[in-house]
């Protein structure tokens, strides 16, 4: 693996794309070159204190990844509202260029994107534009709840049609309790995409002394390529009553 870019996206704001970007690059630093970024931080006038700069380096502690913010705006808006609300324009170019040379110096470079695949960073260019032209692959992260399906489907056919490959779907925050719902959501996907690899990840309390303890992923479908090599437990599902 050497030089792989991967964009994790999510199918809406809040669906846990920080943690998965963290648990990646704690998967792939102890015998890889890692780069985390995240180019467009909105909600943080200072990322490294309050952004999701800080989850990752409380998350990673001492391993060796390369963590970089590019751009932090201070209202928690779609970057091209709070640059604009900011009287603070965004260079999606330049943007780029330090991704791409992050890249080159890496193995894999993880790039966090805002919000969803298609939320905006300037009048002209959007999180899906970015992947492209770093010739990403996509991680698309996705909560379990009700509503999901929708969100998953249309975030995938979105990618499909800008040509942008799917690597997996995580499944984030799947409760311990979890109940019809989240299980036939479950079920639903991987009929739905029987060669997408999906990968589940349990709600965690994200404790400050471990953040990423507790999310023990599981695999439903086929391995992704990307985590060939790591031992994933398969995920058996579950039937469940009619709820009444």
Not at 40 to 60: C, V
Not at 89 to 106: G, M, N, Q, W, Y
Request: glycine content about 6%.
């Amino acid at each position: 693996m050497t030089n792989r870019v991967i964009f994790v996206t999510g199918t809406d704001t809040g669906v846990g794309k920080t943690v998965v970007a963290a648990w990646l690059a704690a998967t792939f630093a102890p015998d890889h070159r890692v780069a985390l970024v995240k180019p467009f931080q909105t909600g943080a006038a200072d990322p490294a204190a309050a952004g999701d700069e800080a989850f990752y380096r409380a998350a990673l502690g001492d391993e060796a990844v390369d963590i970089r913010t590019l751009v932090s705006l201070p209202e928690p808006l779609a970057p091209s509202i709070a640059a604009e609300r900011a009287g603070m324009p965004i260079d999606a170019a330049a943007a780029l260029v330090e991704c791409r040379a992050l890249a080159k110096e890496s193995d894999i470079t993880l790039v966090e994107g805002a919000g969803g695949l298609l939320v905006s960073i300037t009048a002209e260019h959007d999180m899906a534009g970015f992947a492209a032209a770093l010739d990403a692959s996509l991680v698309i992260v996705a909560r379990p709840s009700l509503g999901t399906l929708n969100h998953t489907t249309l975030t995938i056919e979105a990618a499909e049609r800008r040509g942008l490959p799917v690597e997996m779907v995580v499944i984030s925050c799947f409760p311990q309790d979890a109940g019809v719902v989240e299980w036939e959501n479950l079920r639903w996907l991987r009929d739905r995409y029987p060669a997408l690899p999906l990968v589940v990840l349990a709600e965690a309390p994200l404790a400050p002394s471990d953040p990423l303890a507790g999310l023990d992923p599981h695999l439903l479908g086929p391995l992704p390529p990307l985590l060939e090599g790591f031992d994933l437990p398969p995920l058996a599902l579950r039937d469940q009553p009619s709820e009444s």
